[in-house]
């Protein structure tokens, strides 16, 4: 019998879902949730009901997951939600991302903490132009994960050359990927649940396992940065009470490596050395603090540090500049990025004024080539930037740490998210 411990000990996956629209996304989450008997009786049978009423011929699955109004009306997704369910092996979260093209922006940010990408794809139609753009986005992403599951095998006989078909389409369009290490193709059918938690009878031919099999066990381990200590300092920490009347800590989220207790630390941007002390998560000591732990960090001397720091290891630093260069995705609808603009720019804890010195170029997603003569960043586009920022920051490529090489672009006045961004 599992307790909550070990519940709190499992493991994690997370992972987003994209596809073009209609491709089955909700139906396929649907049949997840049902078919590991992750659901409701009385959502079970309030679905039923409302397939019944809508006329729909089977139990329409989509309707457990797109809970927006106009979501169900209209028969698409729009907004990201996030969706939890656990087996016996694994906990997950599921970024639920829209399909649709002006909503690009919703599947950077489903896409940003992910894991594993899970691209659907239509066996009828092949890929199309929506699946390399969220292919694109997971690559830029940083995913090295990819699982592509080719859809509505029903609605072609199961035929494996039809599943052979769209390998080998996505299978040349993913060789110009830059980060992708592991791509595994799937061939399901949502609405009959063919291979999503059950082998499939109705295909013999394939040889691997069900969609449910690979999500429990593929290895996510070695994608974290547990090489290079980075603490960036969120909050200190002065009760200012009796009974800690000179405790001073350092709150923050671990975004690499691993920091013990004894380790000899530098405070960036002082250049200060100290010994940690203590590390405290919650109210309890540990010895070891790794990402993504939320800790209290206390150290032997005091130094002056304060929010939007860092601590690393003195032999192993981090990248200081205010010069930067960035892939961005531009999310506002109603301003343009400018060359020469200013912006604020939040990077971990820190924030900075940025002027943007160059704009490089444009990306065309579906041919994955570089415009740099249309340099106007509208709602959607992604492309390459150069910005100086009013101080230095502490960072790593975001190819090597998601957490330190990853920024927001922020309007000054209005306060608004205009961008996100990974550093080179």
């Known amino acids: 019998m599992s307790t909550e411990k070990d519940y709190l000990d499992m493991d994690m996956l997370r992972f987003t879902t994209a596809g073009s629209v209609d491709d089955g996304k909700s139906t396929l989450i649907g049949r997840l ?9 009385d959502q079970l049978e309030a679905i039923e009901e409302s397939s019944r009423n809508r006329g729909d011929e089977n139990v329409n699955l989509a309707l457990l997951t797109d809970g927006l109004r106009a979501e169900r009306e209209q028969g698409i997704t729009i907004d990201v939600a996030y969706r939890y369910f656990a087996t016996p092996k694994r906990k997950f979260i599921i970024a639920d991302t829209p399909g649709h093209i002006q909503y690009t922006r919703n599947m950077v940010t489903g896409a940003s903490t992910a894991n594993l990408a899970l691209i659907l794809v239509d ?3 092949g890929v199309v132009e929506q699946t390399r753009r969220h292919s694109f986005i997971a690559d830029l992403l940083g995913i090295k994960h990819i699982a592509v599951c080719i859809n509505k095998m029903d609605l072609v006989e199961y035929r ?62 070695s994608d974290a940065n547990h090489v290079d200590s ?18 001073r800590g350092f709150a923050g989220r671990v975004a690499g490596g691993v920091f013990k207790v004894g380790d000899e630390i530098l405070a960036l941007p002082s250049g200060f050395n100290s010994k940690i002390s203590k590390i405290l998560l919650g109210d309890k000591e540990i010895d070891e603090a790794f990402s993504p732990q ?62 943007i010195s160059e704009i490089t170029y444009k990306v065309d ?3 994955l080539r570089k415009n740099e003569d249309d340099l106007e960043f509208g709602m959607n586009d992604i492309g390459r930037i150069k910005f100086r920022t009013s101080e230095p920051l502490f960072f790593d ?7 330190t090489g990853s920024f927001i672009i922020i309007d000054p006045f209005t306060h608004q998210t205009l961008a996100s961004g990974m550093l080179r």
């Open 160 to 221: 494996e050359d039809a599943y052979e078909k769209v390998l080998r389409q996505y299978s040349d369009f993913a060789s110009r990927l830059e980060n992708v290490s592991e791509l595994t193709f799937i061939p399901i059918s949502a609405l009959k649940g063919d291979n999503v938690v059950d082998r499939s009878e109705n295909m013999t031919w394939y040889k691997g396992p069900p969609l449910l099999y690979h999500l429990e066990n593929v290895y996510v381990g």
């Open 230 to 247: 980075r603490f960036p300092v969120q909050w200190v920490i002065r009760p200012h009470s009796d009974k800690h009347h000179d405790f």
């Open 397 to 403: 490529a975001y190819r090597r740490n998601r957490n």
């Open 294 to 355: 939320s800790v209290t960090i206390l150290l032997e001397d005091e130094i002056d540090i304060s929010r939007g720091d860092m601590l690393v290891k003195p032999n192993n630093q981090p990248k200081i500049s205010q010069d930067l260069d960035a892939r961005i995705c531009w999310f506002s609808a109603s301003k343009k990025l400018v060359q020469g603009g200013k912006y604020l720019i939040k990077h971990t804890t820190k924030s900075a004024q940025a002027m």
């Open 365 to 367: 997603v579906n041919s």
């Open 123 to 125: 066996a009828r139609n």
């Open 33 to 41: 949730f049902h078919d590991t008997k992750s659901i409701f009786e």
